[in-house]
């Protein structure tokens, strides 16, 4: 059983406030609202990228085919402007010459207005295509604006609650600082399994770590202990702290 001055035992109330303050604040510090949202954000930003990316591939792909259509357009243009001018020159003078070139001029003209449908629709889906991606960058600029100013906020945060722990870290080294080695490291050990909370005052018969109120017996034996000797709480096993308060 472990003893120490009565003194050093109330210390332990001391540190265990600064130290659940610690806790506290980093708790803080890991649930920051922010945090959250840029968690959203980074996953919001990779599905809209990935569209982006999408919607890109399409463009480029949309661009070149219509860059062959216009091509293929404008060649079969190219072959009927010239079999005009050659009937309008009077160059074709054979009958079943100029009647073979009349009907090759008709399917030109069919096939002109084929490529020309194929041209339209691959203009409307480029302008879908375009608009997917024109939509998905102005999402991406949105979401690289929140987050550059959710990553500010959150830093400031940070900063602020990095400031209170170096306080707070600071003001425990003096309190332990005098501690007796076996009793600080129980305590440690018992704010490791107890979710940080080692040491808890008795007051009015009550457990300040689990609050439960100890019954005669427990307090017979607490009450019997000399006032060196660290005791425990029988349900939680935190360390029981005694004042005047503790109603022994």
Do not use: W
């Not at 604040?25 to 809209?48: F, M």
């Amino acid at each position: 059983m472990i003893k120490a001055d009565p003194f050093a035992q109330l210390k332990l109330l001391d540190v265990q406030e600064v130290d659940s303050r610690i806790d506290v604040l980093r708790h803080q510090r890991r649930s920051l609202p922010g945090l959250a949202e840029l968690a959203d954000l980074t996953a919001r930003r990779r599905v809209v990228d990935d569209e982006a990316r999408d919607a890109r591939i399409a463009v480029d792909d949309l661009a070149l085919e219509q860059r062959k259509a216009d091509a293929d357009v404008e060649q079969v243009k190219a072959r009927r402007a010239r079999d005009q001018q050659r009937m309008d020159a009077g160059l074709v003078t054979n009958p079943r010459d100029l009647e073979r070139m009349q009907a090759e001029l008709v399917s030109l003209e069919r096939r002109i207005a084929s490529l020309e449908d194929t041209e339209i629709e691959i203009m409307e889906r480029l302008e879908e295509a375009q608009g997917r991606l024109d939509a998905a960058t102005a999402q991406l600029a949105e979401i690289d604006e929140r987050g550059r100013a959710l990553q500010a906020d959150v830093a400031a945060q940070q900063q602020a609650i990095d400031e209170e722990l170096a306080a707070a870290t600071a003001a425990r080294g003096p309190l332990v600082a005098d501690l007796p080695a076996d009793l600080l490291a129980l305590y440690d050990r018992l704010r490791e399994q107890k979710g940080g909370v080692g040491a808890a005052l008795l007051r009015r018969r009550e457990c300040g770590g689990c609050r439960l109120t100890l019954d005669n017996a427990e307090l017979a034996v607490i009450r019997n202990a000399g006032v060196e000797t660290v005791v425990r709480c029988e349900e939680c096993s935190r360390i029981l702290v005694r004042t005047g308060e503790s109603g022994l």
